[in-house]
T-cell receptor
Framework: NAGVTQTPKFQVLKTGQSMTLQCAQD?????MYWYRQDPGMGLRLIYY???????DKGEVPNGYNVSRLNKREFSLRLESAAPSQTSVYFC???????????FGEGSRLTVL | QKEVEQNSGPLSVPEGAIASLNCTYS??????FFWYRQYSGKSPELIMS??SNGDKEDGRFTAQLNKASQYVSLLIRDSQPSDSATYLC????????????WGAGTKLIIKP
């Protein structure tokens, strides 16, 4: 049982480059989330998808786009990366009954 | 602004002692409360969820919820060096659909 799988685990970009972080869950959860975590700042919500076909902005959506491809997959795209987007990104999915979130292993992104 | 407050620590506890972690929240409408453990460089891992006033025990862990005072705590009995991690408190946001509000975390150090 893989749970939540994120790729890539590490990525280095130059300013202005684009990339997509991929996330897939095999727990049949409706809701999925993208967070970023910076030292001393805790988890900040970028975007979430309450169900297949819907996406909504979180606390820090600027510079990002998302796609809920199907029930399993939720991708995060950086169209023109900036050094301020250097961070660790976590994808999570939510168990509907309990509200518990389950996280992927994280993607460490460095923008030079 | 809905908030979840935690003491950032570090909280240093001798091995074998009880570690007590506290969290306060501002939204009286919150109904679901979660404790996550995060090891350095790893993703958050769910330890406990609690929904009703009182205590909930799971092995060495006890979560305590007091909705009247708007606090939730986590007790770790017989603390082990492997319990050294950052502990994140999360609370559901009744007004923020499907979202959790996160504390910044308390760093716990268990000294052998």
């Amino acid at each position: 049982n893989a749970g939540v799988t994120q790729t890539p685990k590490f990525q280095v970009l130059k300013t202005g480059q684009s990339m997509t972080l991929q996330c897939a869950q095999d727990m049949n959860h409706n809701s999925m989330y993208w967070y970023r975590q910076d030292p001393g700042m805790g988890l900040r919500l970028i975007y979430y998808s309450a169900s297949e076909g819907t996406t909504d902005k979180g606390e820090v959506p600027n510079g990002y786009n998302v796609s809920r491809l199907n029930k399993r997959e939720f991708s995060l795209r950086l169209e023109s990366a900036a050094p301020s987007q250097t961070s660790v990104y976590f994808c999570a999915s939510r168990e509907q009954g309990t509200g518990e979130l389950f996280f992927g292993e994280g993607s460490r992104l460095t923008v030079l | 602004q809905k908030e979840v407050e935690q003491n950032s620590g570090p909280l240093s506890v001798p091995e074998g002692a009880i570690a007590s972690l506290n969290c306060t929240y501002s939204d009286r409408g919150s109904q679901s409360f979660f404790w996550y453990r995060q090891y350095s460089g790893k993703s958050p891992e769910l330890i406990m969820s609690i929904y009703s006033n009182g205590d909930k025990e799971d092995g060495r862990f006890t979560a305590q919820l007091n909705k009247a005072s708007q606090y939730v705590s986590l007790l770790i009995r017989d603390s082990q060096p492997s319990d050294s991690a950052t502990y994140l408190c999360a609370v559901n946001s009744p007004s923020g659909n499907y979202q959790l509000i996160w504390g910044a975390g308390t760093k716990l150090i268990i000294k052998p």
